[in-house]
């Protein structure tokens, strides 16, 4: 049978594995005049005391076969590995920048503030930066953790956003800057927030306050509000809803000359986007009246119908500038001007890379663009000519650009798989790190490698490759890691086979370029290697990239990844049996998907947070929001398709899975948890008793993943290693 690749050892002691007895009904749907089963949908329900048992037991389960001494190495050196400093992207305030880091000791990155060029002394001390916000002091379990700021126009205030155990879930409070301290305000009913401020308040958006709508409906209905520095939230003024849309969400930005408020509007997860236009009145000065801040003509439209993706890059001279993917599916910059509304000029046109990001900054455009998955910058006027490139360390990815309008210093933040997030500053032709790190491994003894294979359409994918050197270098690469993998010394050359860790999404637009992942170094130094594909249904070739992997085309993200584990096997890169594939949220799909699909292909599968029921995802948390990616079952034409690959639906009975470890959260509020347990028991019980094991492990106190401490990363981070190398590393060459 298909997927029976076991060896004898791992067989008799998966036979040995007991599963807990889960909550098992024998109910059937009929949909569109199709039986479903859905043995499972008991699990849905996390506040039933059957599901809290049965998860207790599995937690015990996976606990008793991951937690042995090899477990104790790998935390220690996953915690030496993320003593790393990681930055966001920053905010620009004439000499101040503001910005999150982590230096890898603390669970969550701390709000700071330093002025640009240089250190100050400070009541006797030199100081480079400030600490504005420590998320430790607000919460010593390290549970808490900042997720959004936006400083006011001149850096004295900055508004923050925390959520705890890892919930979508924010609440906005002030800083004040000169004070060093956190004001009154506090501002509730928040997720996703966007913020803009205004005078003396902010723009923000938020969902309705509960009892306002039915508790179904409270992930929906976004709303912009204004909020008056010092006011209880109470006295906000709602600016902008859109009551016949539940999944439209808001982005809100001021234009420059504080005369316009931007409001994008976005169907759920969806790019495309209508543009509004609030005119604010440039002659209120002092304490703003919010009623009488706006003018009578309210929200004038600029852009309608949601066709095509649509963001704002900033404005200048009574011009908006914006990028845009109409009639350009690599992107272009275009420019509206306001004294006349009429269609917009073409600044930037389009070109063989796509557009990811943009910004004005001491007059110029400055524009971050995708070639083959990795990032370019240039400089140009803001009528697009002049165009400058700069330089960047390497072969990496541009996380967001940060700078004023008037301000000729801008900055970026800047990764790859060998360099932890760093902030540079854009000098003339290059881009310069403002800081040096020292870092727990040598980047050197790693090798990139970027290759294209085919797909089963024949469409060409391409594929990043990481790995270590021949005679790598560190702590790491000694006799007891490699024992681990249970794998000789590689010999020379990219095309010795190692054990492989696949990973891909696919989805939503979202680029898969080269990122830092300390746990990566873990695999590398044990002789593993990296590959990370370039799926379509991602954004790394523009829209029509995209739209060839969404919905009813979402197979062929799956036939693309599929190809791209038959390439690692078939041209020798990949060890016979061991490639191991993982993936999370819609990369949780992706890795479900596949191993449903071909079981004889890989492994191990390392499952996180995934979406596995594709015909009621839409009911729970913000699935709505997705329908437009994936489509909904409550349609017959889009039921069919989703069926087809919805993973609980198509396990089948007797197949020996590869060893496969499930990972969610009891809290998650995006991705319901639900699923990942209805997906585990499926499995578990259409496994022979020769079968790799099917483990599930529930975080607690956790979310999807965002804001996760660094303390659970790590935990987290040992099991899956703790898992691959017990499980993954079995599988012997004559067994395949």
Known sequence: MPGCSAPPSLRRACADVEYPAAPRTDLVDTLHGVAVADPFRALENADDPATRAWVDAENALTRRLLDTPRRETLIARLSELHRVPRASVPAVRGERLFFLENDGTRNQAVLYMQVAGGSRLVAGE????????????LD????????????DERGDRVVYGVSRHGSDVQELLIHDVSRGSTLADRLQWVKFASIAWWRDGFFYTRYPQPGAVAPEHEQYFCQVWFHRVGDPQAADRLVYHRPDAPEVVFDVDVTSDDGHLVITSRRGASDDAEIHLVRLKPDTTGPTDVASGFSRTGALPLVAGFTSGWHFVGSADGRLYFRTDADA??????????SRLEAPAVIVAESRDTIVDAMIAGGRLIVSSLRNASSRLERRSLDGGDAQEIALPGLGTIVGLAGEAANARAFLTFTSFTTPPAILSIENDRAVPIDRVSLPFDPDQYVTEQVWYPSKDGTPISMFLIRGRESPAGPAKSADFRANLAIPTPGSGSATPVPVLLTGYGGFNISLTPTFDPSDFLWL????????????????YGDAWHKAGMRERKQTVFDDFIAAAEWLRTSGRAAPGRIAIEGGSNGGLLVAACMVQRPDLFGAVVCRVPVADMLRYHLFTVGRFWIPEYGCADHADEFAFLYRYSPYHQVKDGVAYPPTLVMTADTDDRVAPGMAKKFAARVQGAAPGDAGPILLRVETRAGHGAGKPITKQIDEQADLYAFLFSYLTRTSASEQ
């Open 525 to 540: 130094d044990a002789g593993g290697a990296l590959a990370v594909a370039n799926l379509r249904g991602g954004g790394e």
């Open 126 to 137: 030199r100081r480079d930066r400030d600490v504005l916000v420590d998320p430790s002091a």
């Open 329 to 338: 599916p690599f992107g272009r910059i275009v420019r509206f001007d306001l």
């Open 140 to 151: 010593a379990g390290g549970t808490t953790a900042i997720t959004v700021f936006e400083p």
